[in-house]
């Protein structure tokens, strides 16, 4: 009986090892693939899908295989918290890719706060992770307003601009942007001569844009995102307005491309590198994690990645690095994601910190021009 009974333990101890090898590790997404943000939403959750496909052609982690569980939003805050409290209480998840959204991620922070989960955030605005001794659970994978920014108005010193106009969205990403403008314009010698806002419903700013004419401002920024941002630049074009044109990061999309038209040539846009890998040097450290996740995203979706495509890619596989090096265990995710030190991702090469949750380095960011119907660098 000893020897049955040993024998028996140590079958059982095998198909229990066998089990939880086999047993998935779960990633939660809050991805919109329906609704005004499903241009940015759906490329989020094609990234994130194409970085656990690879993972898992790896070996998955530790011989377990990586799941991401994505729930769509819709870019709703109400449906965003309704869905991190059903993944973080029901799923099993050991960390958060979040919305592209920056409205529906500040929405969901003290939700993931309590559950002591990391999420790492598409929304580009630096408010989600500030403070981050209160936000300790919510870090960022975009470039970030103030980061962008920095390369927007150095770009403008150089031009000789002195005083700028600005034209942004009525939401959290447009008052955000709105704010950092605000507080840093004067330390690059500049002064905002005019400010308009418009909502997210607006289908014409050509009221906004004329009082904007009117203050004669060197230079114009529209900070936006979705489809408002090309009404605005179509509007600008048909006002006859020549003073330089810069738009957020946000415009960096083949959707703005493709609805703003030939009126898009010429604006400035600031960005990841991911639409001008080609002409990056060969010594820059993202060239070859860029160009790999570029030949890889058209095989398996027949086009070129949108940068939150990027975005996204770069948060499950930070996630993923984090898990390795401690274990599906979500307080010590947390620190390992913290922990991170030059991680090349395709947005951005990230350093994280106690005091710094937004990651992406400066030399990450280049100016971006349109020509032609088509992104590339405007120096």
């Known amino acids: 009986m000893t020897i049955k009974y040993a024998l028996a333990s140590l079958l059982f101890a095998a198909a229990m090892a066998t089990a939880q090898a086999q047993e998935t590790i779960k990633i939660g997404g809050l991805l919109e693939t329906s609704g005004p943000l499903a241009s940015l939403g759906q490329p989020g959750l094609d990234g994130a899908m194409l970085a656990v496909e690879q993972i898992n052609a790896k070996g998955g982690i530790a011989g377990r295989k990586l ?82 920014q920095s390369v927007m108005m150095a770009d403008m010193k150089q031009r000789g601009v002195k005083n700028v106009a600005l034209l942004h969205a009525d939401s959290p990403f447009g008052t955000s942007g709105r704010d950092q403008l605000e507080k840093n314009a004067a330390s690059f010698g500049m002064t905002i001569v005019a ?11 050509t009221p906004q844009l004329t009082k904007i004419r009117s203050a004669n401002p060197d230079a114009v920024i529209v900070w936006a995102t979705g489809p408002g941002q090309a009404i605005a630049v179509k509007n600008y074009r048909q006002l006859g307005l020549t003073a330089p044109l810069y738009l957020s990061h946000a415009a960096n999309d083949f959707n703005f491309l493709r609805l703003a038209g030939s009126a898009a040539d010429d604006i400035l846009i600031p960005s990841s590198k991911i639409y001008v890998t080609d002409s990056l040097k060969d010594g820059d450290p993202q060239k070859a994690v860029l160009s790999s996740f570029v030949r890889d995203y058209q095989a398996k979706y027949g086009k070129p ?75």
């Open 305 to 379: 990645p949108a940068t939150f495509a990027g975005n996204a890619y770069d948060a499950v596989n930070m996630i993923a690095e984090a898990i390795r090096k401690v274990g599906p265990d979500r307080t010590k995710i947390r620190d390992a994601i913290e922990g991170l030190k030059d991680y090349v991702g395709v947005t951005a090469v990230y350093s994280y910190g106690a005091d710094d949750h937004f990651g992406a380095k400066a030399d990450s960011v280049v100016l971006l021009t349109v020509k032609d119907g088509k992104f590339a660098l405007a120096h």
């Open 67 to 148: 799941e991401l569980v994505n729930l769509n939003t819709e870019g709703d805050n109400t449906k965003s918290v309704t869905a991190a409290k059903r993944l973080l209480e029901q799923s099993d998840v050991v960390g958060l890719v979040g919305p592209m959204n920056s409205g529906s991620s500040y929405a969901i922070i003290d939700t993931v706060q309590r559950a002591s989960t990391a999420m790492i955030s598409n929304g580009g605005s630096r408010g989600i992770v500030l403070p981050p001794q209160d936000k300790k659970w919510i870090f960022l994978s975009p470039l970030t307003d103030v980061l962008v």
């Open 195 to 205: 400010q308009q806002a418009y909502g997210n419903d607006d289908k014409d700013m």
